[in-house]
């Protein structure tokens, strides 16, 4: 199983990857969306990049991994994980 199984640890990696690879005077203290809202404003960055998209689309992800996270693992699920880190890597690229 993938580190972006655990939600938490997903979260952790992608804030590190996020603050560590960007050089804003505002780290991304989370992934809820008034979190990236300010981050966005705060730093005057353009909404509509796509690192913003990125980051959004990843958040939205761990959002479905939240809800999910008491059923048994689903198909849909291992698929969403998957998802999670395709998107971590086009993160990285996209920092560069």
């Not at 199983?1 to 590190?16: D, G, H, K, V, Y």
């Not at 989370?30 to 960055?45: C, E, F, P, V, Y």
């Amino acid at each position: 199983m993938s580190e972006f199984n655990n939600r938490i640890a997903a979260q952790r990696t992608i804030l590190n990857l996020v603050n560590g690879g960007c050089s804003f005077p505002e780290e991304l203290f989370g992934l809820s969306r008034k979190a990236i809202d300010r981050w966005i404003l705060t730093n005057h960055i353009d909404s509509e990049s796509r690192l913003v998209s990125l980051i959004n689309e990843f958040s939205a992800k761990l959002f479905f991994l939240a809800n999910k996270s008491q059923e048994q693992v689903s198909e849909e699920y291992k698929t969403v994980s998957t998802e999670i880190e395709y998107l971590y890597k086009s993160i990285e690229v996209e920092i560069g």
